[in-house]
């Protein structure tokens, strides 16, 4: 019997020895560990923070690589680079030469492209010393051959819809010299594009014609799919 009462005292011990740990504080010890669990589903700490990856900068538009010197302007809202020729080409050659003003490892030129009202005022009234151009400019519009009408289809030589009829024209045209070289409406008589320096307006004109010339570096290169509906 006391051998029973002493192996009761020695379980009673026993299972009283969790009694003898600290108790735990809701405001502190035992609470820091729920707290620091709250932490880790919640946001990082600080040093966490600053282990993160750092948000990249928006990317950067290089500047264009284009010519300068005389005959070299801007105009308002482009980033492109125009040259005002003095010299009279026909228009297949004033795109040559606009193509050929290319430098090595510079942006990609071409006849210029005045697809906004604002563009086709801005070209005709700028130069390089902000004089009004006053002549006629070939631009990089062209209209493949056998369309159903002179204002028909017409593109330009970055592959971009050109003007139909409307206020972008001089007054009658495009109109393919009113048919008057071969059949009445579209007769292909007159199938490229060029501006009025003094009116600040459009023309149909046969590629023959001699112009001067206006060449744009915007790094926009001509497609070939584009090059190939250029009429001959």
Do not use: K
Not at 47 to 55: K, N, T
Not at 69 to 76: H, K, L, T, V
Not at 124 to 152: C, E, H, K
Request: aromatic share 8%; with cysteine.
């Amino acid at each position: 019997m006391r051998m029973g009462l002493a192996g009761l005292l020695l379980a009673a011990g026993c299972s009283f020895a969790p009694s003898s740990a600290a108790p735990i504080d809701a405001g502190g010890g035992g609470g820091g560990g729920s707290s620091h669990a709250a932490g880790e589903a919640g946001e990082p700490d600080a040093r966490e923070a600053s282990d993160a990856a750092p948000v990249p900068d928006a990317p950067v538009t290089p500047a264009l690589s284009c010519p300068s010197g005389p005959g070299w302007f801007q105009i308002a809202d482009s980033e492109s680079w125009y040259f005002a020729s003095t010299s009279f080409r026909t228009w297949r050659t004033a795109e040559t030469e606009c193509e050929a003003l290319q430098t090595a490892g510079g942006a990609a030129m071409h006849l210029a492209v005045a697809d906004t009202l604002v563009e086709v005022v801005d070209l005709a009234v700028r130069d390089q010393d902000n004089n009004v151009l006053g002549n006629s400019y070939w631009i990089g519009m062209f209209q493949p051959t056998d369309q159903a009408a002179p204002d028909a289809g017409w593109l330009w030589i970055t592959g971009s819809a050109g003007y139909g009829s409307g206020s972008a024209w001089s007054s009658g045209e495009p109109n393919d010299d009113g048919g008057l070289f071969s059949q009445a409406g579209e007769s292909n008589d007159e199938n490229f594009g060029e501006l009025y320096g003094d009116g600040a307006s459009l023309n149909d004109e046969a590629e023959t014609n001699f112009d001067r010339y206006l060449c744009e570096c915007d790094g926009v290169p001509v497609p070939a799919a584009t090059r190939a509906l250029i009429p001959h």
